[in-house]
């Protein structure tokens, strides 16, 4: 795999925000109700799961985390809603997000995508001579905004055709970038039919699910007596292995943003002054099995094995950055060689895990029905990230964009087929 090309430099974004989302789902794993038992549709526990991150990959990842190379994230939040007129962005202050300036983005990261997990290209003597010769050489390439967007919107077309989510093109002049450590994932206040709206939209258009099943707790479902949801699980065991597998990492990630906004509350604000932290009682409404008729602790199992492919999926990536020729360029070279120890240590523990997902039982039987599925899957994971333009809290929506980059990196634990270019 060339070290510019499209492929390595997905391939270096998976990597790079799967160890980010990790840190959160682990951080969320750290603090949450213990939980026992097997896992449906694995042979992983949870107490060796929670093990496994109390011990080695939390304390490591939540360092890494704040490291310059995965603290900034280059989005357009600007992208309009592809599937309802907009609803108008929330006006809460709390769902505000504050780009960065570019005189505050390390020099490597801001050297473009292609090239900022490579030292050798950025140096800078070689682009000083690129630019002189360009300069010299080059015609007339002014070109106005307009025609700007319509070379985008065409690569973007192009990129599209194989991809499992729907990308942010960061040429775009409305992407802009972010500090994710000045805006964490909390809670923000926003809700209600718009969030409502959003989650139905995930749930009802990719699950594979007819309408006349209902999910838990779902407040537009008609009212059935003392079903309490178990004709809805009926339904999904009724499934394949790979259907209940989409279901379950799609109820993780759910469950993980829950997670995130009952552990980081803003419980006061006294004189301007916010006080954020966990919140019990709002914890106890979406997870407590009383509150929520047993419905809270099977999502919480879900988030676990959400977990479990982010590791496996960890462990796939992970030859890609243990080449010598990969480094984590930000410009500090003290910091980029502490933060790819860091990783690779972080690698190695992955690999060690003895319960990983076994994904060979996947897409296994008829091979026309399983590239079938496997289109299914990629047109279901790519309408996702597309609903994500559909939020309307800024900070929401871009912690969801991130998400979207997790649900592509899940792709390869899962056994999809990617792009040639990017298979390691």
């Known amino acids: 795999m060339s070290g510019g090309g499209s492929g390595s430099r997905s391939t270096a974004a998976w990597a790079r925000w799967a160890t980010r989302l990790l840190a959160a789902l682990g951080s969320v794993l750290a603090a949450e109700a213990q939980l026992t038992g097997v896992l449906d549709d694995c042979l992983c526990d949870i107490e060796s799961i929670d093990?496994?991150?109390?011990?080695?990959?939390?304390?490591?990842?939540?360092?890494?985390?704040?490291?310059?190379?995965?603290?900034?994230?280059?989005?357009?939040?600007?992208?309009?809603?592809?599937?309802?007129?907009?609803?108008?962005?929330?006006?809460?202050?709390?769902?505000?997000?504050?780009?960065?300036?570019?005189?505050?983005?390390?020099?490597?990261?801001?050297?473009?995508?292609?090239?900022?997990?490579?030292?050798?290209?950025?140096?800078?003597?070689?682009?000083?001579?690129?630019?002189?010769?360009?300069?010299?050489?080059?015609?007339?390439?002014?070109?106005?905004?307009?025609?700007?967007?319509?070379?985008?919107?065409?690569?973007?077309y192009d990129d599209s055709q194989d991809h499992f989510c729907e990308l942010d093109d960061e040429r775009s002049p409305d992407a802009q970038y972010v500090d994710l450590l000045l805006n964490p994932e909390r809670y923000t206040g926003y809700k209600g039919p718009s969030a409502w709206r959003v989650w139905n939209s995930i749930y009802e258009e990719n699950c594979f699910k007819p309408r006349s099943v209902y999910r838990p707790l779902n407040p537009l479902a008609p009212s059935r007596g003392g079903d309490d949801g178990e004709s809805f699980y009926t339904w999904l065991e009724g499934l394949c292995l790979e259907k209940r597998v989409f279901y379950k990492l799609i109820s993780g990630l759910?469950?993980?943003?829950?997670?995130?906004?009952?552990?980081?509350?803003?419980?006061?604000?006294?004189?301007?002054?916010?006080?954020?932290?966990?919140?019990?009682?709002?914890?106890?409404?979406?997870?407590?099995?009383?509150?929520?008729?047993?419905?809270?602790?099977?999502?919480?199992?879900?988030?676990?094995?959400?977990?479990?492919?982010?590791?496996?999926?960890?462990?796939?990536?992970?030859?890609?950055?243990?080449?010598?020729?990969?480094?984590?360029?930000?410009?500090?070279?003290?910091?980029?060689?502490?933060s790819k120890a860091l990783l690779l240590e972080i690698f190695r523990d992955t690999k060690s895990f003895h319960m990983h997902f076994d994904e060979k039982s996947m897409f296994a039987g008829d091979k026309k029905g399983a590239k079938s599925l496997k289109e299914e899957f990629r047109l279901h994971f790519k309408n996702i990230s597309r609903i994500m333009d559909c939020v309307g809290c800024d900070k929401c929506r871009l912690w969801g964009k991130l998400q979207g980059l997790k649900l592509k990196l899940q792709c390869l634990p899962l056994g999809l087929e990617m792009e040639k270019a990017e298979v390691l």
């Open 51 to 156: 093990d496994f991150n109390t011990f080695k990959i939390f304390p490591k990842i939540q360092k890494l985390q704040e490291r310059d190379y995965f603290r900034y994230y280059k989005v357009n939040l600007k992208r309009p809603c592809p599937f309802w007129a907009d609803d108008g962005h929330c006006s809460i202050k709390d769902c505000h997000v504050e780009p960065c300036p570019e005189s505050k983005i390390p020099v490597g990261i801001k050297a473009g995508s292609s090239n900022k997990y490579s030292k050798a290209a950025n140096n800078s003597k070689e682009l000083e001579d690129c630019e002189q010769a360009n300069k010299l050489g080059a015609v007339n390439s002014t070109l106005s905004n307009q025609s700007k967007e319509a070379f985008i919107d065409w690569a973007r």
């Open 254 to 338: 759910h469950a993980s943003i829950n997670l995130h906004l009952c552990a980081n509350y803003l419980l006061e604000e006294t004189w301007g002054k916010p006080r954020w932290g966990p919140n019990v009682k709002e914890f106890t409404r979406r997870f407590d099995p009383i509150e929520t008729k047993g419905e809270g602790p099977r999502r919480l199992k879900n988030l676990y094995f959400l977990y479990l492919i982010e590791l496996r999926a960890l462990s796939k990536v992970a030859p890609y950055f243990e080449r010598s020729v990969v480094d984590l360029y930000t410009g500090n070279g003290h910091e980029d060689a502490e």
